[in-house]
């Protein structure tokens, strides 16, 4: 998902998204709202569902631990001109070649890792259907690592399935198949994790009050983002 200070119709670009990214990194925590990228809405939107869509927030920071296995990290996308990201962490490290990372609503991991520099923070609470809840300790981190793992095995069954389609599926008119495999892996990782989202989320993550929140982290930049 991603982050930026302006309005729904004045997204910043180019340099405008640099000088954010290094106002936020100054800044030490603030508040991100969701919303999906004007450059793909339809696709950004569901980037990552059941968790988060537009309309939600998270509070990150940069205090404390580095995102790791199933963290909601906040980061520029490289791929995306500097485009602010919510993903999730399913591998690698900062210290390696960088965080893998992943939306819980996509078939497959993101193309390139996170890098030290990329990285704004670690998502320590969210905000879904007007609700907050710490996602930062406990039983909430328990439940993340959970959704990671289940992501990152479909993501995998996702790539794989994809020589089966090229031999076995049906051909679309253009002679590309139609991946019949991939979908039913991204369909079950769906279902997947809306049933454990139902089942558990809210035995996990502490409600909080959402005016501890904006006084512990609205002092910073607000920010808008994915």
């Known amino acids: 998902m991603t982050a930026d200070s302006g309005s729904a119709g004045d997204r910043p670009r180019g340099e405008a998204r640099a000088a954010l990214f290094e106002a936020l990194r100054k800044a030490g925590a603030g508040i991100a709202d969701i919303y999906a990228d004007p450059d793909e809405p339809g696709r950004d939107a569901r980037s990552m569902e059941p968790h988060l869509r537009p309309g939600d927030a998270v509070a990150w920071s940069v205090a404390g631990l580095a995102p790791a296995f199933g963290d909601l990290a906040l980061y520029a996308d490289s791929a995306r001109s500097g485009l602010l990201v919510v993903h999730r962490v399913v591998g690698g490290s900062l210290a390696g070649r960088g965080l893998l990372t992943k939306g819980d609503g996509r078939p497959e991991a993101d193309e390139a890792p996170v890098a030290a520099g990329a990285l704004v923070g670690r998502v320590v609470a969210i905000r879904c259907r ?13 439940y993340a690592r959970l959704i990671a ?15 089966l389609d090229r031999v076995f599926a049906p051909r679309r008119a253009d002679g590309r198949p139609l991946w019949i495999a991939r979908r039913l892996a991204w ?12 089942a558990l989320f809210r035995v996990c993550h502490r409600r909080l009050d959402a005016g501890e929140v904006v006084a512990s982290f609205g002092h910073a930049a607000a920010t808008r983002g994915t």
Do not use: C, T
């Open 130 to 142: 007007g609700d907050w809840f710490d996602v930062g300790r406990g039983g909430a981190r328990a």
């Open 187 to 198: 369909w079950l990782q769906h279902a997947a994790i809306r049933i454990v989202k139902a």
């Open 149 to 163: 793992a289940l992501s990152s095995f479909a993501g995998g069954a996702f790539r794989a399935l994809a020589p």
